[in-house]
Nanobody, 120 residues
Framework: QVRLAESGGGLVQPGGSLRLSCAAS????????MGWYRQAPGKQRELVAA???????NYADSVKGRFTISRDNAKNTVYLQMNSLKAEDTAVYYC??????????????WGQGTQVTVSS
């Protein structure tokens, strides 16, 4: 079945960088729109960045200019490059994949999440 596995999280100092990876298996990766969400303690899960099958991207205002989402279809992997990290970026980051098939039915898959902690 479809599986999404995040990696790359960890502890980083403010101003530092991390690159998250999400590897997909059991699906036709290139057909899915992919996204990164995050959830901080006591807050709702929010969309951080998304990328369509065609490579169009969208970012939350809070991360524009600092984060970059990309995908490598040959490796079935989506990335989130995070630069100039701030304490408020601390959260569990989740990979998401979405596909609407020819019948109009949407399939959504989630990874287990990876912790990103930005602290001195």
């Amino acid at each position: 079945q479809v599986r999404l596995a995040e990696s790359g999280g960890g502890l980083v100092q403010p101003g530092g960088s991390l690159r998250l990876s999400c590897a997909a298996s059991g699906t036709i990766f290139s057909m899915y729109a992919m996204g990164w969400y995050r959830q901080a303690p006591g807050k709702q899960r929010e969309l951080v960045a998304a990328i369509t099958r065609g490579g169009s991207t969208n970012y939350a205002d809070s991360v524009k200019g600092r984060f970059t989402i990309s995908r490598d279809n040959a490796k079935n992997t989506v990335y989130l490059q995070m630069n100039s990290l701030k304490a408020e970026d601390t959260a569990v980051y989740y990979c998401n994949g979405a596909l609407r098939d020819h019948r109009g039915v949407e399939y959504v898959h989630w990874g287990q999440g990876t912790q990103v902690t930005v602290s001195s």
